[in-house]
Structures are given as structure tokens and as C-alpha cells.
């Protein structure tokens, strides 16, 4: 009995000693990444992960197998825009010889570049949408790359509750063409309009010759917060059909608001989806990042009932 007593001792400071290196499992399985409206770029076979948290800008996370995760630091400070508060919603692309990130800072759109998918960012220019509508305020951007190069910018406006918007982008995958501006579509289905009236957080890709803009409808703070999707065939019309079924995601297991999410391909070739949930079912804040895994059952996009990934962290900032 002694010895085991022994053995237990050496193995607690063992554990306190190797806490910095060693992952922490959250109580629970609760998802350790506190990160909002999450973001995963997978580049030259590691992952990284952005998202709505820090008030003076955007943190990054890193790993290499979508289980365990390294903070690697703010990816974008303050210091390096224009804008002092909210810094929301990230994406980022690794383009030729530079990575964009596309984010949401004090209610308006932005691009900012990096020589590295952790940073550091740096602003490009004003309000990424100030040639088409100036100063107006917009959220949650995200762009998508078609097969023939052209790139299509999504985002969030606030003229009809909050509806989804679409244009072209330049050559430069920054600067918003003229003539491409369109409307999606706004809240129109019961379950978008338990809180509020709210389409948000849009993401697209492309499976055979349907586009899918999936999104998040009702308002964050509902245990409601969920996500559906819409398609067309063409992409410049912007005549989005919501499908029927809808929400494809919410309340997973004990999970609640789970919304803002994104859809990437991981290493193996299988499609995920990123999503944040609340804290708790009592308490909302930091809301938290979790992985799910999709599938396309002929023309229906679906969420499986595979595990949903609870991320660990392997150091805390």
C-alpha cells in the first residue's frame, strides 16, 4: 500500500512539473479553444485555427491532428489597423506568397496580410467594402474560390435584419467589383426567427454543380443559434434556394447555440465542420470551439453522428 501511495506522489509531480507540455482534458469533454464564429486553415499539413475571442484582435491556434492545440499568439493586433474593438469573425487563405485574413473589426470589413498563417497581420487599406457602400456597417465576411479563379466575398448586412450579401472580388482577392453587389436572401424560415431576424456567418463550397452558402440563423445568445444552408447553380445571380429541412446543425448532444461555424477538408480528405457552442446551457460566454464531421448525401449537405471533436489545449496563453 506504501508503494502505491509513492508511486501516486511521484506521478502528481510528475503531472505539475510536465503541465506546460502536457494536454489539459477538460472536464466534461468541454472544448478548451474559446473561440467564437472558428475558423480552420489547414496549410502544408497543419492546422490552424482563428476566431472571435480578444478584444484588441485576433488569436491563433495550432495542430496536427485537430485534437490537441498549441496558442500560438495574437495573429492580429490592434496596433497594426485602424480599429480599436471587435475584432470578429476571421478567415485566412494562403494566396501565392502571402496569406489574407478577412475579418470584421468595429462593425465594418477588412483585409489584412501576413508572410505566415500566424502573423503577424497587418491592415490593407480602409473598409474593404468602402467603394461599394462606403462607411455602411458590415460583418462576417468570407470568400470563396471558384474552380475558374474568381473570387466571391459573402458577408452581412444590416438593411433587413441581418441578411447576406454577395460580390466579386478582384484579381487582387481584395478590392469588391463593380456591378457584382447581390442580395442572398434574409430571414425567412421559423427557426431563423425564434431571436430576432438573423442570417449570419456565411461559408461556401461547391459540390458537383451546386453551391452551398451555409449560414446561422436566430440571434447568438439563443441555445437555438443554428445552421442551414441554401444552393444555386450559379453564383453570380445570387438566387440562393434555402433548403427545405433546415437547421442541418443545433443543440448537438448537450451542446447549445451551436452556430458561426465553417466547413474545410481535413488530411484525410474528410469534410468538417467548425462550429462554437455556448460555454454551458446556463452561461453563454467564452463560447467554445468544437468539430464536427459533414457529408454530402447526393444534393443534401448533412452532419453526421460521428463524435463531435472537444479540443484540448497544450499550454494556456
Not at 178 to 186: S, W
Not at 254 to 266: A, I, Q, R, W
Not at 294 to 307: C, K, Q, V, Y
Amino acid at each position: 500500500m506504501k508503494s502505491k501511495k509513492i508511486a501516486a506522489h511521484i506521478i502528481l509531480a510528475l503531472s505539475l512539473l510536465m503541465g506546460s507540455v502536457l494536454p489539459l482534458h477538460a472536464e466534461g469533454d468541454k472544448s478548451q479553444v474559446p473561440l467564437a464564429d472558428p475558423y480552420i486553415l489547414l496549410d502544408e499539413g497543419k492546422y490552424y485555427a482563428y476566431g472571435t475571442h480578444d478584444s484588441d484582435g485576433i488569436r491563433c491556434y495550432s495542430s496536427d491532428d485537430l485534437h490537441s492545440w498549441k496558442y500560438e499568439g495574437q495573429a492580429l493586433n490592434k496596433v497594426n489597423t485602424t480599429e480599436s474593438v471587435w475584432f470578429w469573425a476571421p478567415e485566412v487563405y494562403h494566396i501565392g506568397d502571402r496569406y489574407i485574413m478577412y475579418y470584421s473589426a468595429n462593425e465594418h470589413l477588412y483585409a489584412a496580410t501576413a508572410d505566415s498563417p500566424k502573423g503577424p497581420f497587418h491592415q490593407v487599406g480602409t473598409y474593404q467594402m468602402n467603394a461599394l457602400l462606403g462607411s455602411e456597417y458590415c460583418i462576417d465576411s468570407s470568400v470563396f474560390f471558384d474552380d475558374d479563379g474568381k473570387a466571391w466575398l459573402f458577408f452581412v448586412r444590416f438593411n433587413d435584419g441581418n441578411c447576406i450579401w454577395q460580390c466579386q472580388l478582384a484579381d487582387d482577392y481584395i478590392t469588391p467589383l463593380p456591378g457584382t453587389l447581390r442580395k442572398c436572401f434574409a430571414a425567412s424560415q421559423p427557426w431563423e426567427r425564434k431571436m430576432g431576424r438573423i442570417n449570419e456567418g456565411p461559408n461556401v463550397i461547391k459540390h458537383g454543380r451546386y453551391y452551398y452558402l451555409t449560414f446561422s440563423g436566430n440571434d447568438y445568445h439563443s441555445p437555438d443559434y443554428a445552421v442551414g444552408y441554401a444552393t444555386t447553380t450559379n453564383i453570380a445571380t445570387g438566387s440562393w434556394e434555402k433548403y427545405a429541412a433546415n437547421p442541418i446543425l443545433c443543440r448537438r448532444d448537450e451542446l447549445v447555440g451551436t452556430g458561426h461555424h465553417s466547413l474545410f477538408t481535413d488530411k484525410e480528405g474528410i469534410l468538417r465542420i467548425v462550429f462554437h457552442a455556448h460555454n454551458t446551457t446556463e452561461s453563454i460566454h467564452p463560447r467554445l470551439s468544437y468539430i464536427g464531421t459533414a457529408r454530402f448525401n447526393g444534393s443534401r449537405l448533412e452532419i453526421t453522428d460521428d463524435p463531435i471533436i472537444r479540443p484540448t489545449v497544450t499550454a494556456t496563453p
